[in-house]
């Protein structure tokens, strides 16, 4: 585990997808796409600015992209969750 400190836009993308569960049909769907991201985080973003942050976070092992493109809203979409070192680093510097 690393000591590396998160940026409070990396914070912000890295509590929507802890709460990703609250906002889908189906409550076992723990994955965001990048738009459901744009449109949860709390600050503006463009698709560029966040495709950087996700970048950063993916190369650091927080969070992961998904094995296979989703179907969703018409589209296929890659789509991101927390990974464990993610979710362990959540839990204890942002409870």
């Known amino acids: 585990m690393s000591n590396y400190t998160i940026t409070p836009n990396q914070s912000a993308i890295m509590h ?7 906002f889908h049909d189906t409550p076992l769907d ?6 459901e991201l744009i449109e949860k985080v709390s600050y503006e973003v463009t698709k560029e600015a966040i495709q ?3 970048r950063g976070l993916a ?3 927080y969070i992961q992209k998904g094995a296979s493109l989703v179907y969703r809203r018409g589209k296929r ?4 969750s927390l990974s464990k070192q993610g979710a362990v680093f959540m839990l204890r510097n942002h409870s």
Do not use: P
């Open 16 to 22: 929507v997808l802890v709460n990703a569960k609250s």
């Open 30 to 35: 723990e994955q965001v796409d990048i738009d």
């Open 52 to 54: 950087f942050t996700l």
């Open 59 to 61: 190369k650091r092992n």
């Open 77 to 80: 979409r890659v789509v991101w």
